[in-house]
């Protein structure tokens, strides 16, 4: 079965420090790993995705996220926050055979100016 | 870039009432397309998987009679909420993926049902 877990559910990090929200995967089999941003009311906008290749993704807005297979990790980051930062984070697993998502239980980052 | 749109974005109904919501792929053919609930301040739950010009296939749990879905081309999947009820309410958004493709993800439809 394919799961992923965000063990935060609030993250709050000052303007301009650098931001981490936590994700690690359960997977049989290759991960294909993603991570999706949601603003009050809107649909996912995707920011990254691993399928396969180099460890470091990076992706839109400045973000990146590093692959960990020892550590079945997949943590999202960015250098320098941003208040516009400030929404609901996703991390999702994608079924290979599917193509459906499972998704976290969401992470919700506060930039504080 | 391929785009996926949803009607309405916000809808009221009454109880008892049934309301549809559309999703469409604006820009690209969609040959499976995904229904998703979120509720406040939660993940996203996958309720059903369609593809097009057949039968879509429920998550269990979800009401097939309840919440129907039908993907009558290759650009437009409907779920039609029957006999809406307040517990219904909920933010649903769809995904739609090409074949052997990416997965696009609408704006989603908030619903509420009072």
């Known amino acids: 079965a394919q799961s992923v877990a965000q063990p935060e559910d609030q993250v709050n990090v000052a303007e301009g420090n650098p931001l981490t929200v936590k994700c690690t995967y359960s997977v049989s089999g290759n991960p294909y790993l993603f991570w999706y941003v949601q603003y009050p009311n809107r649909g996912l906008q995707f920011l990254l995705k691993y399928i396969t290749g180099d460890n470091l993704v990076k992706g839109s807005y400045g973000f990146e996220a590093e692959f960990n297979k020892s550590q079945t990790s997949f943590h999202l980051k960015k250098p320098s926050a941003l208040v516009s930062d400030s929404a609901l984070y996703f991390c999702a697993v994608r079924d290979i055979r599917g193509n459906q998502f499972y998704f976290g239980t969401g992470t919700s980052l506060t930039v504080i100016p | 870039g391929a785009v996926v749109s949803q009607h309405p974005s916000w809808v009221i109904c009454k109880s008892g009432t049934s309301v549809k919501i559309e999703c469409r792929s604006l820009?690209?053919?969609?040959?499976?397309m995904f229904w998703y609930r979120q509720f406040p301040k939660q993940s996203l739950m996958l309720m059903a998987t369609?593809?097009?010009?057949?039968?879509?296939?429920?998550e269990q749990g979800v009401e097939k009679d309840k919440f129907l879905i039908n993907h009558a081309s290759l650009t437009l999947s409907t779920l039609t909420v029957t006999s809406a009820h307040p517990e219904d309410s909920s933010f649903y958004i769809c995904?739609?993926?090409?074949?052997?493709?990416?997965?696009?993800f609408g704006p989603g439809t908030r619903l509420t049902v009072t």
């Open positions: 369609s593809n097009e010009g057949s039968k879509a296939t429920y």
């Open positions: 995904s739609a993926r090409r074949t052997a493709g990416e997965q696009y």
């Open positions: 820009d690209f053919q969609a040959t499976t």
